[in-house]
């Protein structure tokens, strides 16, 4: 029997579970669209139900695929889009969303974000945000890409404390937000999604974490993927187009890591000593 994916509870008391389904870089390549239907699909079937998408990927594709994926199913999703900067203004935020919901054929996102900061006043944003909410739109808001100073800034806003999540860039080589942003957020009750949670890949080759992996029968990146799941308040949004791998993931949430190879992996990847510049991929 495989353990219970954790969840995470966002400040509106909806609980979500740990580890969701990333689509970056899918609905580029028209031949591929089937095995990425097929493993968000299969995702879902192995609790992994929230699911990360944007207007960015794919230019808008990958939102289509999405669409297909839970064109029987949308309430079995919890359903995250994200805005462009440019796109960011107080009508322009409307008109996006309005564009993610035909791609994704659906009447509304469980979560909208804003993918980075633009040159739009954030005030603008969140007022885009509210009237979106507030008509049934999203369930939610919040935005990516933000450290501390932006989201103090955001908070400081009208209607800014209704931030639902910060999604950043997080994982065992990358590990700046642990510093500040990360126990912020935690203080704050605001969860951090981790994406690229093995760094596209990268991560799997290196040399302790294999030795690690190999110690519980596990691969590299369910050790990585483990990493985030020990931390509160974090949830992990791997993408994967491949069936066995997406049961991998799945499995990650089984593994239960001793005190002395997290130390070992600690020392093989240092957490931040000083606050460092918020990592963008």
């Known amino acids: 029997m495989h353990d219970p994916i954790p969840t995470v509870t966002l400040p509106s008391g909806t609980t979500v ?3 969701g389904l990333g689509t970056w870089q899918m609905g580029e390549t028209k031949a591929r669209a089937r095995d990425e239907i097929d493993s968000l699909r299969l995702g879902l079937d192995l609790g992994m139900t929230l699911v990360d998408t944007a207007e960015m ?34 009508h322009g935020t409307i008109a996006a969303c309005e564009a993610s919901l035909q791609r994704l054929a659906t009447d509304r996102l469980d979560l909208y974000l804003l993918h980075w ?20 739109k999203i369930g939610a808001w919040g935005v990516s890409n933000f450290d501390v100073a932006d989201m103090e800034e955001l908070l400081a806003l009208p209607g800014g404390e209704n931030c639902a999540v910060n999604q950043v860039l997080y994982n065992l080589s990358r590990r700046g937000i642990e510093h500040d942003l990360l126990p912020w957020c935690q203080a704050h009750a605001i969860p951090v999604m981790a994406y690229s949670p093995i760094e596209q890949g ?24 483990a990493f985030l799941l020990e931390r509160d308040g974090v949830i992990a949004i791997p993408k994967s187009a491949n069936m066995a791998r997406v049961r991998e993931n799945r499995d990650a949430v089984d593994l239960d890591i001793s005190d002395e190879d997290w130390s070992a992996l600690d020392t093989a990847f240092p957490p931040p000593a000083r606050k460092t510049p918020l990592e963008m991929l």
Request: no cysteine.
């Open 57 to 90: 990927y794919g230019d808008g594709e990958a939102e289509r695929i999405v669409g297909r994926a839970l064109e029987d199913r949308r309430e079995a999703a919890f359903l995250v889009s994200k805005v462009y900067p440019w796109n960011a203004s107080r």
């Open 117 to 136: 900061r633009g040159e739009h006043p954030l005030e603008d944003t969140v007022a885009a945000f509210e009237a979106l909410r507030a008509a049934g």
């Open 17 to 19: 579970p740990a580890l």
């Open 202 to 225: 990268r991560l799997v080759h290196h040399p302790e974490l294999i030795r690690v992996a190999k110690a519980y029968q596990a691969t590299p990146a369910q050790v990585a993927l």
